[in-house]
């Protein structure tokens, strides 16, 4: 130190820490690598006054190792004082104030740090810079009399938050992302984005309980958000719980009752409740909607033809039962409904044969269309012939 040889001094006295348990364990030791730091700093700051290129990625490492240092400085010491007044002795900081008045000047450089590495996408080098700004605001080293602060930061705790969590989500530090990003959901202007990251990362931290609270608080409060919506549904569904999957969907069938794909979807999670006279009504939403859709048109066919099985296997009357021909023909009017809707998901998309082939096979053969059945088989054999010869 007295030959101004401060980068030998840091070395000297890091070496010292490392290897020597005497010296870990002595705050004044701290002190001198503390006094070493800062004078590199004091080094790349003259630069800039003199001219020359000061090495900015250098400047402020050595202002986050500064304050790391300072820290580990007030840490042992509080060790030290801690054994001191188990033994009853009188024992107060001695090197606490120093630390602060050192480490205080650098506050607004702590926070460029992260700001030069966030613009450069060093995204892990950022949430370093911004982690060590937000956790010394409440550090003892910046406590003055009375316990009062010494900080003057200004009031930018959710502004560096968002930062952090931004940078975090950026280095995969998903642990990072959870611990700002309580704080950084009060800036409203970025709360959506903020959510579904802390839902992502939730998840990748497999930590399902946070990633659905969090996937429910974005979709209560933006349900137009697609990530919310998607995610709940298909992990809802995945889980086989059907009912909770339908009240999203339907909460977005009255936010947009004009959607024709919110309508399907309802009507798909509920045959997947076994719920087919809702289904058939969301089914016909959407025709009404969208008069061409051969989709909806094709499951409404389906709900027809399944209520039609369902009303077969019941049907077990004599001739001679006098509602024996009320119930046929309630039978056979599903069956026609059945139809109808066939036809108009062929009519609509005639080349998606997997939505109306086999059911308009079926309700064909169960109408007794004998012409119809034939021209369709001589359809589909001339299109299966047409793709034979493409191949």
């Known amino acids: 130190m007295k030959d101004k040889n401060f980068v030998q001094a840091r070395k000297v006295v890091a070496d010292a820490i490392q290897n020597h348990p005497e010296a870990a364990a002595d705050p004044q030791i701290y002190r001198y690598k503390m006094d070493a730091v800062n004078e590199l700093i004091g080094a790349e700051n003259r630069k800039i006054y003199l001219n020359q290129r000061p090495d900015t990625v250098s400047f402020f490492n050595y202002i986050y190792e500064l304050y790391v240092t300072g820290e580990q400085c007030d840490s042992v010491e509080r060790i030290s004082l801690n054994h001191k007044l188990k033994e009853g002795k009188n024992a107060s900081p001695k090197f606490r104030k120093g630390i602060g008045l050192t480490l205080l000047p650098y506050r607004n450089n702590m926070l460029s740090a992260g700001k030069f590495h966030y613009k450069k996408k060093n995204y892990a080098q950022a949430f370093r810079f911004f982690d060590m700004y937000i956790k010394t605001k409440e550090s003892d080293v910046f406590l003055g009399s009375k316990d009062i602060t010494i900080i003057q930061d200004p009031d930018d705790r959710t502004e560096v938050s968002v930062l952090s969590v931004l940078s975090a989500y950026g280095s995969s530090n998903y642990q990072g992302v959870n611990t700002y990003l309580i704080e950084s959901l009060k800036d409203s202007s970025l709360r959506p984005q903020l959510i579904e990251i802390g839902a992502k990362s939730a998840s990748e931290q497999k930590d399902t ?75 016909q939403k959407c025709v009404e909607i969208q008069a061409d859709d051969a989709e909806a048109h094709s499951a409404i066919g389906d709900i027809y033809l399944h209520d039609a099985h369902q009303a077969y296997a019941l049907f077990n009357l004599s001739l001679s039962d006098p509602t024996y021909a009320k119930r ?28 109306w082939l086999e059911g308009l096979r079926e309700t064909y053969f169960k109408l007794n269309r004998g012409k119809s059945l034939r021209a369709l088989e001589k359809i589909v054999v001339s299109h299966t012939d047409s793709k034979s010869e493409e191949k």
């Open 328 to 355: 046929k023909a309630e039978i056979n009017e599903l069956y026609l409904k059945s139809c109808e809707a066939y036809e108009h998901a062929r009519k609509f998309d005639e080349n998606r044969q997997e939505l």
């Open 209 to 283: 309980t946070q990633m659905v609270w969090l996937l429910e608080q974005g979709f209560e409060s933006y349900p137009e958000t697609e990530y919310f919506f998607a995610t709940l549904t298909k992990h809802y569904n995945d889980l086989q719980q059907y009912d909770r999957a339908l009240e999203k969907v339907l909460r977005m069938t009255e936010l947009y009752p004009e959607k024709r794909d919110y309508w399907y979807m309802a009507g798909k999670e509920q045959l997947l409740m076994n719920d087919y006279a809702r289904a058939l009504v969301s089914f």
